[in-house]
């Protein structure tokens, strides 16, 4: 059964600073790979997508990475502002379909 | 419609009655998801819809929970005889599908589920 791990589960840091969450699941049979962001009292915003065959995507200050492998993403938040504060998620998607989360990581950026 | 619309945004039962949620994916996207989500928890899944089928049903906690989706495009869960331990927040994601390939999850803003 798929295990997805986020870590921290918590991150504050100051405004500027460049942040990275990781995330690990168990099962490297993967068809994709994503990150959302969920603000509070809301549903899930997609971020980016990671296909199995790639190794990472970017989107303006967000960059993601994904070593199947070993079982790893890490999101990369370059020069943080107030308003990326957050819980942001990973999830990875089986070979049925199915999308399993992790717990998510709530970042706080202080201005 | 332009997002996934779930309705209603709240319900509030008591214990032991039926509840139905209701979702409306996103025009043309044929694969539709159903997850719960508790408090400081990530959302847990429950079950995907490929067109009209579930193509997998393996997060349903028990046969109290049930889903349809009979012309492949809203979708219904079902709930009977609720628990308190059910209250949870109900999102549902809808997502296309090219060349085999599910795209991006978009998600619905989640119906609050609380069962007095």
């Known amino acids: 059964k798929q295990e997805v791990t986020q870590i921290p589960a918590a991150l504050s840091v100051p405004e500027g600073e460049n942040l990275v969450l990781n995330c690990s699941f168990t099962d490297s049979a993967i068809y994709n790979l994503q990150w959302f962001r969920q603000d509070p009292g809301k549903g899930l915003t997609s971020l980016l997508l990671i296909q199995s065959s790639q190794r990472e995507q970017t989107s303006g200050r967000l960059n993601a990475s994904l070593d199947k492998s070993s079982g790893r993403s890490t999101l990369y938040i370059a020069a943080s502002q107030p308003g990326d504060s957050a819980t942001y998620l990973c999830?990875?998607?089986?070979?049925?379909?199915?999308?399993?989360f992790g717990k998510g990581t709530k970042l706080s950026v202080k201005p | 419609g332009a997002g996934v619309s779930q309705t209603p945004s709240n319900k509030v039962t008591e214990k032991g009655k039926y509840v139905e949620l209701r979702c409306d994916p996103i025009s043309g996207h044929t694969a539709l998801y159903w997850y719960r989500q508790s408090l400081g928890q990530g959302p847990e899944f429950l079950i995907y819809f490929q067109g009209t089928g579930a193509a997998d049903d393996s997060g349903l906690p028990n046969d109290r929970f049930f889903a349809v989706r009979p012309e492949g495009s809203v979708s219904t869960l079902k709930i009977q005889r609720t628990e308190r331990g059910d209250s949870a927040v109900y999102l549902c994601a809808s997502s296309a599908i090219v060349g085999g390939t599910n795209e991006k999850l978009f998600f619905g803003s989640g119906t609050q589920l609380s069962v007095l």
């Open positions: 999830a990875v998607m089986g070979s049925q379909g199915n999308l399993i």
